[in-house]
């Protein structure tokens, strides 16, 4: 118990040295603000910092790129357009440097307002996948690496099953969505699969440090996919059989508390601490309590189920063969499940309304097609898969102001990009124009503002941001077309404090940066453990965070002068609508910051 209190003792002894050096980084001059990427930029990138002002004309003209080394100017340009007021700001402007390409540590002055320090290098994204990989790690079910213990280990008890009830099934494993402990098939396949994409990609930016229990030491595999097999053993005991399938653990009941996953005690039931419910697919709406969901099928979570198998079945066919086939088979019988089932399977809640409340389906069984199609060459799934493309063209969200919580998941249909690289030239030129007419739908919205912000301020609104980019990523592979690189390049920026409150949004990443120190996390509020690696949900409107409850922030708000009637963000472990890390963003992230290593780390030159 002593050394807990240390632990928390020097913890929050930590983020005020922080939050004080922070505030160093940045000075702000009669209310103008330079907003930067705090983890840097590649020297072949896009190269964009956004001044934000609280005046309509803060008579600033030009901006100085700063050698930090020798204090010399090195670059001066024009501030350029007034792209007028956004959130907080009455002006802001785009100042652009990509034109400079010497690597160097870098800061930026414009109308006596001085930006955070900065790299210019080949290096600045070596190692952040693999950083990213802790929070993983940490979210682990069963036996947890960072608590060196297990957890959850009686999972759990079958509700809406073809059993007698109180039947008991294993079901322990896979990761704790968020803050909270439940489980969920939705978002822990599109975790696994973005995990096991991420090393067929861009294998060789992973390291090997730990093994496949998540402590420390090599096993001769990289790490991101020994994570990869964390989820597809879990997904394995979610699909057990062909005419079984379940969709999540545990509930809303969950929310009862802080305290660390091994110390959960929560009765759901069965007994304080001794299982948790485990909800089978029907198809119908579910709901224990007074609250339903609006279920009307399975397709929703056996396509996630069909695509994780058939990639990891593809992954393993030349590492292991008896787990290359077992998870062949589960793939065509879940997407036979999909088939039989066509509709969404919507997650369940018990004490509020809140919960994933999926409305599309068609995406997921057609990544499930194209990754079968992958797997076996069967032409009966590509022929599936483009036919089902043609029924969700873009994903809903894009270009529209608002929508439900998770109502259109996972946020970028990977489906298009996986179909494509098999399609003929015809179908491909169709399947790249899908995902075109998306970027185009959010660029409309986007190039009215400095940060080129197009993305909604929803719940979760940073999974969307990281969605967004890497459609625009796979966009730009696929076609060579780059129109859309600075679009690109804004999304990544805004994850890494190119935003209005000047906050990278990755716990510890980059390391002296300003990134969340008070999470809504019951390791770091009760133990002062960090959550390194983890991605907060981000900003959402001023209009749905007024409207949410249970929300009471801790301590005086560090960003109230970047507030505004648009959206809010608090580094605050009272807010859980912008301050918790989700597991599922972050694995989505650890795709996209592969991707940018792999895309940089040739002597600073685009692969």
């Known amino acids: 118990m002593q050394k807990i209190k240390i632990k928390k003792l020097l913890w ?24 930067i990427n705090q983890l840097g930029y590649a020297p072949a990138s896009v190269k964009v910092a956004v001044l934000g002002a609280k ?36 002006s802001s402007y785009r100042l652009d440097f990509s034109a400079y390409k010497l690597s160097g540590s870098y800061f930026i002055k414009a109308g006596g307002a001085v930006s955070p320090s900065f790299k210019i290098s080949d290096n600045v994204y070596d190692g952040a996948a693999d950083f990213t990989l802790r929070y993983m790690r940490q979210q682990r079910s069963g036996f947890n690496p960072f608590l060196k213990d297990s957890c959850h280990t009686h999972d759990g008890y079958i509700v809406y099953g073809p059993v007698p009830e109180r039947t008991n099934i294993d079901a322990s494993g896979g990761w704790h969505d968020a803050t909270d402990y439940l489980q969920y098939v939705t978002t822990s396949a599109n975790a696994t699969y973005h995990l096991l994409a991420a090393y067929r990609d861009f294998g060789s930016v992973f390291k090997d440090q730990h093994q496949a229990n998540g402590l420390l030491g090599p096993n001769g595999v990289p790490d991101v996919l020994d994570e990869g097999r964390w989820g597809l053993q879990w997904l394995l005991k979610m699909h057990p059989r062909a005419d079984w399938m379940f969709n999540q653990i545990a509930d809303d009941r969950d929310h009862s508390g802080m305290r660390l996953p091994n110390k959960d005690s929560v009765d759901y039931g069965y007994g304080k601490g001794t299982g948790r419910p485990v909800y089978f697919i029907t198809g119908e709406p579910q709901g224990l309590g007074k609250y339903k969901n609006k ?76 990754a ?34 998770y109502q259109w998941y996972p946020f970028h249909n990977f489906g298009h990009y996986e179909l494509a690289k098999n399609a003929s030239p015809t179908e491909k030129a169709t399947l790249i ?40 990523y796979l966009y730009r592979k696929l076609s060579g077309d780059k129109t859309y690189e600075q679009l690109e390049q804004a999304g990544f920026d805004w994850l890494f404090g190119c935003n209005p409150w000047g906050k990278a949004m990755v716990y510890g ?72 890390p989700t597991m599922d963003g972050t694995a989505s992230l650890i795709y996209l910051l592969a991707a940018r290593e792999n895309e940089f780390k040739a002597g600073g030159k685009k692969k």
């Open 55 to 90: 005046m309509e004309n803060p008579g600033v003209t030009d901006f100085e790129l700063i050698d930090a080394g020798t204090n010399r100017s090195v670059f001066k340009k024009s501030v350029g357009k007034n792209f007028g007021a956004y959130g907080p700001f009455l």
């Open 433 to 472: 124009k899908y995902y075109k007419d998306g970027i185009e739908r959010v660029w409309t919205k986007a190039s009215n503002n400095a940060f080129y912000r197009g993305v909604p301020f929803i719940w979760c609104s940073n999974n969307l941001t990281v969605s967004f980019t890497i459609q625009c």
């Open 372 to 405: 079968l199609f992958q797997l076996n060459k069967d032409k009966n799934y590509l022929k599936r898969g483009i036919e089902y493309s043609k029924k969700e063209k873009v994903t809903p969200w894009m270009g529209a102001d608002t929508a439900g919580h």
């Open 12 to 35: 929050m002894l930590t983020v005020m040295l922080l939050a004080f050096n922070c505030s160093l980084l940045a000075k702000d001059s009669q209310g103008i603000w330079i907003r």
């Open 295 to 370: 279920s009307t099928g399975a397709a929703s979570t056996a396509g996630k189920f069909a695509s994780a198998f058939a990639l990891g079945a593809n992954i393993y066919k030349s590492k292991e063969q008896k787990f290359a086939n077992l998870l062949a088979q589960r793939s065509i019988s879940a997407f036979k499940y999909g088939l039989a089932k066509p509709g969404v399977a919507q997650t369940a809640s018990v004490k509020s309304p809140y919960i994933y409340e999926e409305d599309n389906w068609v995406d997921d069984m057609e990544l499930g097609a194209a």
């Open 509 to 580: 990443l980059p390391e002296n940066g300003d990134t969340p120190r008070d999470p809504h996390s019951s390791f770091t509020k009760l133990y002062g453990y960090a959550l390194d690696g983890g991605l907060v949900d981000g900003p959402v409107y001023t209009t749905i965070y007024s409207k949410l409850t249970g929300i009471r922030l801790t301590g005086e708000d560090k960003y109230a002068d970047f507030q505004s009637g648009l959206a809010v963000y608090h580094d605050d472990s009272g807010d859980y609508s912008t301050n918790e």
